[in-house]
């Protein structure tokens, strides 16, 4: 008796969760539709979006456009449901990304503020973060939580940021972070959030890896609907592996790191839109740098995919900007690629903005859908 109520049990609650993951994933509906799509019987489906309104997770909006007899009723998530924040701490800069249960960005900002390992640092941040939400007219009490983006090496059993080289971190406990905001806080490392972002609300649910071109290089195994972690959390670390054994010094102290040789630093100390209109123009220093840093580039991505036999997606501010040069790395891996692949497993981001902040917030909206 005690298994089968706690069956029933499940089940209701896995009916109820996927109801409300189709509302938000589909605007506007209604209880046919809802019905139809998740093969439930029409009055278990009133049933649950009742549930969900008497929450106020769900609202009415009138009816939907006639198909012929009785118009069926329109329902969507309420705009009080929720809302998540992502928040990407980097070398130099924090980014600030606002995001409602539909997973739409409802606000993005990203403000230059160096990174310091003393206290004053997370006040600051806090208080940047509170003005953030103050001109988005988004209220405290609606805030699920923050997802907080690391480049670094997060544990999450032990609870700690573990090592960040780039922030100059080490050891660096979750609740030494979090006492300075006013919000549930969970973190995560910066390549796992862009690749969350890119795979979470993504069709196309296969197995991918990501790789983050930003002023480090990161990356993340994207599979089954989160990044692989690793015995030590650092699956994916891509950035560190070694391309040009004694090469250039990397800043974790080793040399010849990819993160050397295709950082977007590599290519501008300015903005990489602007490296990116130069190469366009086709002007001479652009084409040179293009051409030396994708051949490293397509160096690791062949070892890549050679290992992992998935796509790689390329992220970051160059994986966000590259366009059309990206036929230029495809081709490079072509020519390298033992089986004589085209190359078109390499894509480049769905996302081109903030996409770190982006999945930080998501991961806290995905946790709070599966409470539901």
Known sequence: MDNKKITNMEVKRKNRNDVFRYICGNGMVSNPDISYALKLSLPTATQITKELIGRGLVEEKGEMDSTGGRRAKAMAVSQNAGKAVGLDITKNHISLILTDLTG???????????????????????????????????????????????????????????????????????????????????????????????GIRSENRDRFFYLSLSNTVGGAVYSNGNPEQGSNFRCGEAGHMTIVPGGKACYCGKCGCLDAYCSARCLTDGKIEEFFERLERRETQAVGLWDLYTSYLALAVNNIHMILDCDVVLGGYVGSCMGEAIQDIRKKVSERNTFAEDGSFIRSCRHKIGAAAFGASLKVIEMFMEQV
């Open 104 to 198: 739409s960005s409802l606000k993005y900002e990203r403000i230059f503020l160096p990174y310091a390992a003393e206290d004053a640092y997370y006040p600051e941040v806090s208080q940047k973060l509170e003005h953030f939400l103050e001109d988005s007219g988004c209220s405290k009490e609606g805030i699920l939580g923050i997802g907080i983006s690391f480049p670094g090496i997060i544990d999450p059993d032990d609870q700690r940021v573990a090592d960040s080289h780039v922030l100059g971190v080490h050891d660096l406990p979750f609740s030494a972070v979090s006492r300075f905001f006013s919000y549930p806080c969970h973190f995560l490392n910066d390549a796992n959030a862009g690749a969350y972002a890119e």
